[in-house]
């Protein structure tokens, strides 16, 4: 059974950077076909993908977050990691690690199958 | 402000039906299939409906998805005071998109 957990500090200071890793066991993370990717939830608010990236490092990211947001990937340690930087209140929320399809059967597909079960990122001083 | 509009809360009484619609456009939904996670309080959300109408193994079958045009929706038959969570209905618009989740309450 595929699992994903999340680590890093609980605790990140207004404009400083947010860094988090996903360790996957279960799986590898260079299989094919999967991409591996952050998703964040407010306090009491609804979900925001953040990014993702394929094992060969190709990435995607949330247009509005791009500009402060790296996904980076170690097959070696089978982790993926999140760095978000110029972090401000905003950002606090629980950080998801995910496993992420995509693929196109007439129409394209993106779905999540698995899912971390969260880590509470607050910001503040 | 989510990309896709789901309303905010539903209700029902154990064993009866309820859905749940997700609005979106033909850069959304009318053009990727939709997945519907249900999250349960506290805890991550869980894949429910990929493929606009298909259940991932373990998901009962009293757990439906449709799709028409710019819009999908969730069938939930069967309420059971277990199924007390939020669900989110999700596609892709250049990137993966969310709506902003319905507070199902069973009564």
């Known amino acids: 059974q595929l699992q994903l957990q999340e680590s890093g500090p609980g605790l990140v200071k207004p404009s400083e950077t947010l860094s988090l890793t996903c360790t996957v066991s279960?799986?590898?993370?260079?299989?094919?076909?999967?991409?591996w990717g952050w998703i964040r939830q407010p306090p009491g608010k609804g979900l925001e993908w953040i990014g993702s990236?394929?094992?060969?490092?190709?990435?995607y990211y949330n247009p509005s977050l791009k500009s402060r947001v790296t996904i980076s990937v170690d097959t070696s340690k089978n982790q993926f990691s999140l760095k978000l930087s110029s972090v401000t209140a905003a950002d606090t929320a629980v950080y998801y690690c995910?496993?992420?399809?995509?693929?196109?059967?007439?129409?394209?597909?993106?779905?999540?199958?698995?899912w971390g079960q969260g880590t509470l990122v607050t910001v503040s001083s | 402000q989510s990309v896709l509009t789901q309303p905010p809360s539903v209700s029902a009484a154990p064993g009866q039906k309820v859905t749940i619609s997700c609005s979106g456009s033909?850069?959304?939904?009318?053009?990727?299939?939709v997945s519907w996670y249900q999250q349960l309080p506290g805890t991550a959300p869980k894949l429910l409906i990929y493929?606009?109408?298909k259940r991932p193994s373990g998901i009962p079958d009293r757990f439906s998805g449709s799709k028409s045009g710019t819009s999908a929706t969730l069938g939930i038959t069967g309420l059971q005071t277990g199924d007390e969570a939020d669900y989110y209905c999700?596609?892709?618009?250049?990137?993966?998109?969310f709506g902003g989740g319905t507070k199902l309450t069973v009564l």
């Open positions: 493929d606009n109408n």
């Open positions: 279960g799986g590898s993370i260079s299989s094919s076909s999967y991409y």
């Open positions: 033909s850069s959304n939904i009318g053009n990727n299939y």
């Open positions: 995910a496993r992420l399809l995509r693929y196109i059967v007439v129409v394209p597909a993106a779905y999540i199958d698995y």
């Open positions: 999700g596609t892709w618009d250049s990137s993966l998109v």
């Open positions: 990236i394929y094992y060969s490092g190709s990435t």
